[in-house]
């Protein structure tokens, strides 16, 4: 497709569990952002991906949460021992080089924790 | 810390009319600014930017005037639509820094009134 794609678009899964999170970018995009937006607030930045590499995790809130990008294409965003607090939308972009370049959002997944 | 804000939750507005919405930041490091509009269900999609060497860009109904003394950026859509309708975050970045994330703020839901 055109856009940035994530699946699924919706998650509920059970306090503890382990869960990915995936993201398609724009084609051609080499830089991909995954932030968090909790209800009634903005978008905050998680992670960023130059690449295969990531440039900056300095957003991820603990070593529960980690992400990869290993083919400089699709990400996935992995959360163990989901807690509620973790409950909220994760939002994928894509960029063709960086900030400085207006980033493409995907829909985002909401993930509940039960 | 919030380092983007904007201080108005929600506006109304009559369609034809004119829409201001208004967001202040503390980080002065800060060179690069955009909006994005949000629907329901959807992620942001990216509306204007300007970068801090100018204090306006204009696109269309939409034109975004930036006053780097005051730390205030606003966004102004004249004749306002309906479809105009939804939430309008603003964001920045400190590109030349290197930094790579977006500072979002909390959003300000537009509804254009027929």
């Known amino acids: 497709g055109a856009g940035v794609s994530q699946t699924p678009s919706n998650k509920v899964t059970e306090k503890g569990k382990y869960v990915e999170l995936r993201c398609d970018p724009i084609s051609g995009h080499t830089a991909l952002y995954w932030y968090r937006q909790s209800l009634g607030q903005g978008p905050e930045f998680l992670i960023y991906?130059?690449?295969?590499?990531?440039?900056?995790d300095s957003g991820l809130p603990n070593d529960r949460f980690f992400a990869v990008r290993p083919e400089g294409s699709v990400s996935t965003l992995k959360i163990q021992r989901t807690e509620r607090g973790d409950s909220a939308v994760y939002l994928c972009?894509?960029?063709?080089?960086?900030?400085?370049?207006?980033?493409?959002f995907g829909q985002g997944t909401r993930l509940t924790v039960v | 810390d919030q380092q983007v804000k904007q201080n108005s939750p929600s506006l109304s507005v009559q369609e034809g009319r004119i829409s201001i919405l208004n967001c202040d930041y503390t980080?002065?490091?800060?060179?690069?600014f955009l909006w994005y509009k949000k629907y329901p269900a959807e992620g942001p999609t990216f509306l204007i930017s300007i970068s801090s060497i100018k204090d306006k860009n204009e696109d269309g109904r939409f034109t975004v005037f930036l006053n780097k003394s005051a730390k205030h950026l606003s966004l102004h859509i004249v004749p306002s639509q309906p479809g105009d309708s939804a939430v309008y975050f603003c964001?920045?970045?400190?590109?030349?820094?290197?930094?790579?994330?977006?500072?979002f703020g909390t959003g300000t839901r537009l509804t254009v009134i027929p």
């Open positions: 991906f130059q690449g295969t590499g990531a440039a900056d």
């Open positions: 964001a920045a970045s400190a590109s030349l820094t290197g930094a790579n994330n977006l500072f």
């Open positions: 972009a894509s960029s063709m080089q960086g900030i400085g370049t207006e980033a493409f």
């Open positions: 980080n002065s490091m800060f060179d690069y």
